[in-house]
């Protein structure tokens, strides 16, 4: 094969582990290799790869394997990164490059790039092929708007993906680590968990009634259960909503929480982040309350009400508790 | 000491309005000042205060990027370097972090100052690449900076834990994104002193170009029959919303 026509995934090892987002770069990979037809090559960085390997055990046979070891010495753990991950794609030579977008990636893959003198499109949240080659999209104007991205024919590039917007899939024998249980960690044990036992599940609801970080404190999160109970409808939440320890874990909706497809989703005081509207975008009907005209969740609404969702709700409730 | 901080021109997103038929975004208010860059002015003024020396701001944009290089002389900054580029819009960030660094490698500056992303593009990449082509190293998501005789004493969050560092110089400073209004911001007689303070206009000394394009930035076209209801009476919103719901079966 000649060089400069593969996809190189770099994906984190940590003593012996592959984190959970490499999973989806590793997917993204997949697809992109699979579109160019080109060559795959896993990249192991970090530490312990032998154990990561034995982990994988066999691999697709198109897939190749390379490792680097960080060694860390006197230096900030992203500056042996840069260093460790130039070399490696150095003797590679591929035409893609996928780094890490989490906290982490974002300190070393700008520089790598920068090392190598390679254009790199960061925050991604979707990568696709057509007949002119690799298209990704990423969100501007802070989320309100998306661009699509090329990158000119012949020239290497790195990607960087939005965590938790693209599934992640298996390494070998390494299945996927859920999100949803990194996110269950992460979680405050809120008091909200305690009165879930006698709400209804979010699985398979027909109506679902979900607050994020707008709700603020208790007194907005007894509205959204108000709100619910006169809907018969189920309580989900945001991330935000569930690390603001709000809302127990188990009613978040989106990629680190549940995907649902109710005939009525209301959210209420939630943006419509990509990681939380890959739970719920194929709901029959969406309802939105929010107080930015702006917010990206009122392009996926059927009906969106422009609001302070304290005024708002309360006055819902009084609606839909009068006879019609 | 000497202190730098990046200063980007950008769109006001507040103002952006999707127009729902075709998913484009209409800009509406006048280009501001990046909001984390604001951020950014006040905590590099503040760290002059406390150990003397001078305050740089720095940017690559427009002719109009002028205004918000102003503003941060008049927020109390020292001088100006304005790297003049009208592409700006078509290049990407290793053209840009290049054409800084290229302008300011003379200066030998100690700590520089940066937000995390800009608002309207946002690719967070500009600073970092800029550290990278300078060889200096970098803290991100810092949250709070201790000026001491001879090192600095900083604050970072990384994922929910705090890190601390005493950083020797020269650095790069990322600050961690916030809600709060700067501390720092300009005032009517900070405009008359901004009038005597110097800003130096370079011509970028690098190609200012791209290997990636991108396209116009579009929001998802809306459905024809979505109902948005904007500052209608709190009541007869959610009466409507009420009805709505009963017409498509939606209520018990
Ligand atoms: C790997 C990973 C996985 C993730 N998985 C998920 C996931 O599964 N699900 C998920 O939801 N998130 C997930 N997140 C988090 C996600 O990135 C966002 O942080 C989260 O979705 C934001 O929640 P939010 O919309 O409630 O908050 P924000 O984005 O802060 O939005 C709050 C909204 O409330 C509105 N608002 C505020 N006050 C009021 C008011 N008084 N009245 C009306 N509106 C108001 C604001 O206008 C704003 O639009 C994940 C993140 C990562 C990195």
């Known amino acids: ?324 | 000491m000497k202190i730098a901080v990046l200063v980007k021109q950008v769109v006001d997103v507040g103002s952006v309005r999707i127009e729902s038929a075709t998913g484009e975004p209409k800009i509406g208010g006048s280009p501001v000042m990046n909001t984390s860059d604001a951020h950014a002015v006040s905590e590099a003024i503040d760290l002059r205060e406390t150990t003397s020396g001078e305050v740089v701001s720095l940017s690559v944009g427009p002719r109009s990027a002028r205004e918000e290089l102003i503003e941060a002389l008049a927020t109390g900054v020292d001088s100006a370097i304005h790297v003049v580029c009208e592409e700006l819009e078509r290049s990407d960030s290793l053209s840009t972090a290049r054409a800084i660094a290229e302008a300011v490698r003379e200066e030998g500056f100690d700590v520089l100052f940066s937000g995390q992303k800009a608002d309207d593009f946002g690719t967070g990449q500009v600073n970092l690449q800029l550290a990278e082509m300078l060889g200096i190293r970098h803290l991100s998501n810092v949250t709070t900076i201790m000026a001491h005789a001879d090192s600095i004493h900083v604050t970072r969050d990384a994922d929910g834990f705090p890190e601390e560092f005493d950083v020797q110089t020269p650095v790069l400073l990322i600050l961690a994104p916030r809600d709060d209004a700067p501390k720092r911001h300009s005032s009517l007689r900070g405009m008359m002193q901004a009038k005597r303070k110097p800003v130096r206009e370079v011509e970028p000394t690098v190609p200012m170009n791209s290997a990636l394009t991108w396209t116009e930035p579009m929001a998802q076209r809306v459905s024809a029959d979505r109902v948005l209801l904007e500052g209608e009476p709190v009541d007869e919103a959610a009466a409507k919303l009420a009805s709505w719901l009963r017409e498509h079966r939606l209520v018990r």
């Open chain 1, 1 to 324: 094969m000649a060089p400069g026509n593969r996809v190189l995934v770099l994906a984190e090892v940590m003593g012996g582990v592959i984190i959970p987002h490499s999973h989806e770069m590793f997917a993204a990979g997949m697809a992109i290799a699979e579109g160019l037809q080109v060559p795959l090559v896993l990249g192991l960085v970090g530490t312990d790869q032998d154990e990561a390997l034995a982990n994988i055990g066999t691999l697709d046979g198109s897939i190749e394997t390379v490792t680097a070891v960080v060694d860390e010495g006197e230096m900030l753990p992203y500056e042996a990164w840069v260093d460790a991950t130039s070399e490696l794609v150095r003797s590679v030579d591929p035409h893609i490059v996928l780094a890490s977008g989490t906290s982490f990636g974002n300190d070393y893959a700008p520089r790598m790039a920068a090392r190598l003198g390679l254009p790199m499109a960061s925050w991604v949240t979707s990568v696709t092929v057509d007949d002119q080659g690799l298209v990704v999209t990423r969100d501007v104007l802070g989320g309100r708007a998306e661009t699509a991205i090329r990158c000119n024919s012949g020239t290497p590039f790195v990607i960087s993906l939005e965590p938790g917007t693209i599934d992640p899939s298996p390494i070998g024998d390494i299945a996927a680590i859920s999100l949803s249980d990194v996110f269950a960690e992460l979680a405050p044990t809120s008091p909200g968990s305690q009165s879930t036992a006698h709400r209804k599940r979010l699985m398979g609801a027909d109506r679902i009634v979900s607050g994020g970080r707008g709700m603020r404190s208790e007194e907005g999160v007894a509205l959204i259960e108000e709100l619910a109970d006169v809907l018969d409808a189920a309580v989900g939440s945001s991330g935000a909503a569930v690390l603001m320890g709000l809302s127990p874990h188990e009613t978040q909706v989106g990629s680190s929480g549940e995907v649902v497809r109710p005939k009525l989703y209301l959210a209420v005081g939630l943006s419509g982040t990509p990681q939380h509207t890959f739970g719920m975008r194929e709901s029959q009907f969406i309802v939105a309350i929010n107080k930015d005209p702006n917010a990206p969740i009122f392009q996926l609404a059927d009906f969106g009400i422009v609001g302070d969702l304290f005024e708002i709700v309360p006055a819902l409730i009084e609606a839909l508790k009068k006879p019609a």
